[in-house]
């Protein structure tokens, strides 16, 4: 029996970091993603095979079924010279994904087949697009299991990736009482064709964004509340002027609360337009608020992918 799973990825327009505290957030899930297929084997072992967005494989290992059925036994990585490879680091955090499933779902992965499965993302893995939420939305599929339980016991996070993974269309995501409401809007702005996500030529680590956040001292219920203001309106807005301040009042916030300076300061001062950074500040993409040009401005600095709303959002 072959079983073939997929999840969207993500972009965060609104709530970067405040998302956590329960700060209502504009999240927008892409036309890019990922596809795991899960064929059952006659053995006892999980043949697990990664393809890139070229289909070239950037990740391969085998995986005991008895590891799963016994959480006593270590997780197994050949580890040489002491040091963990950035391979062994990815199969240490795999074997705890499906450990985690495991332990919600003690049914999965306790039967007589074993598995071969292979994943592929449509995207490249240094986007920031969501390689690793889309792997614990189509896992938790596969498993049968809450994937923000299993997101909870693996990565964390606050969630609004995962939501970007099973939905179609953008959301507004909001952690109210620890739990996620999430709810399909209409996002199709009349200016879209004057939006464009940037990448930055560098991938974020959201982790150690997240600690500095955490970090800071600052009012948190203002910056709530200001920011699910900001993600109200920026819904609702019509008017592309208009919709630059917001951006532009949304990246100041941020700003001040970081202590980091915004990027179009930092990188792109002489841009007439507005950007806006996404998701963890330094890395990723950005979006970019123009005209026509906006694309050739972007690839004469030396940023190369520039991507219209139209070809990014689902």
């Known amino acids: 029996m072959t079983q073939q799973f997929y999840s969207n990825g993500k972009l965060l327009l609104t709530g970067e970091y405040a998302v956590l505290d329960g700060a209502l ?7 890019y993603g990922q596809t795991l ?35 006593d036994v270590k997780i197994p990585i050949e580890v040489e010279n002491n040091l963990l490879t950035s391979t062994d680091k990815v199969a240490k955090m795999l074997s705890k994904i499906l450990l985690e499933a495991n332990r919600l779902n003690p049914n999965f992965l306790n039967g007589e087949m074993g598995y071969e499965v292979h994943t592929n993302l449509s995207f490249p893995r240094d986007w920031g697009l969501g390689s690793s939420s889309t792997l614990i939305n189509n896992i938790a599929q596969w498993a049968n299991v809450d994937p923000f ?58 982790r150690e964004g997240i600690t500095r956040y955490k970090g800071q001292e600052f009012d948190k219920v203002s ?11 920026c819904i609702s807005c019509t008017e592309i002027t208009r919709f630059k301040e917001l951006m532009n009042t949304h990246e100041l916030l941020l700003a001040g609360i970081l202590n980091l300076p915004p ?42 992918i520039v991507i219209p709303f139209a070809e990014m959002i689902l």
């Not at 940037?198 to 959201?206: A, D, E, G, T």
Request: aromatic share 14%; hydrophobic share 35%; charged share 25%.
């Open 25 to 31: 957030s504009l999240a927008l899930p892409t036309k």
């Open 37 to 71: 297929t899960v064929k059952e084997l006659d053995s006892s072992m999980i043949s697990w095979t990664s393809l890139d967005e070229k289909g070239e494989i950037w990740f391969r290992t085998s995986l005991q079924l008895e590891f799963f059925r016994n959480s």
């Open 149 to 206: 339980a299993l997101l909870s016991k693996t990565f964390n996070g606050s969630g609004y990736d995962i939501a970007c993974a099973q939905h179609n269309r953008p959301i507004v995501y909001q952690i109210k009482h620890g739990n996620p409401f999430i709810q399909e809007i209409e996002f199709n702005p009349s200016f879209k064709d004057n939006l464009f996500f940037v990448h930055l030529n560098r991938k974020q680590n959201s």
């Open 223 to 233: 910056l709530i509340n200001k920011i699910s203001e900001l993600t109200e309106e």
């Open 263 to 304: 990027v179009k300061k930092n990188l792109f001062p002489d841009f007439e337009g507005a950007i806006k950074s996404l998701g963890a500040w330094g890395g990723d993409f950005v979006l970019a608020i123009g005209d026509k040009n906006t694309p050739k401005y972007f690839i004469n600095k030396g940023y190369k």
